[in-house]
């Protein structure tokens, strides 16, 4: 047997190299996913998260593919405090300042 005939043939069938729309599609899922988790999670909660997130990217040791993962956490912790921070203000815009009783 030639070297030639011990090599894999190379076709689209053996190629394990995932695609753009899988990797696309795999963000998608770990979005849904941190989202999820994320929901649950208070203003406070979630700047603490976000603070120990920016923590652990100082680190010069971080493989590439963690820091891709980070960026997205980053991103859906970001989006959540705004979107807490947006619920808090249109409900003070909403508040009815003569309907409030103070006490004296």
């Known amino acids: 047997m030639s070297a030639s005939n011990k090599l894999p043939k190379s076709n689209?069938?053996?190629n394990t190299k995932p695609?753009?729309?899988d990797h696309e599609n795999t963000q998608k899922k770990l979005l849904i996913k941190l989202r999820q988790d994320?929901?649950?999670?208070?203003?406070?909660e979630t700047i603490c998260a976000l603070d120990l997130?920016?923590?652990?990217?100082?680190?010069?040791?971080?493989?590439i593919h963690e820091i891709?993962?980070?960026?997205?956490?980053?991103?859906?912790?970001?989006?959540?405090?705004?979107?807490?921070?947006?619920?808090?203000e249109q409900e003070v815009l909403e508040m009815n300042p003569e309907a409030m009783e103070l006490d004296y």
């Open 68 to 88: 891709q993962h980070s960026y997205l956490k980053g991103k859906v912790y970001v989006e959540h405090c705004e979107e807490l921070l947006n619920n808090i």
């Open 19 to 21: 695609n753009r729309k």
């Open 38 to 44: 994320v929901e649950v999670l208070s203003y406070e």
């Open 12 to 14: 689209k069938a053996n």
């Open 53 to 63: 997130l920016l923590t652990e990217l100082q680190n010069e040791n971080i493989p």
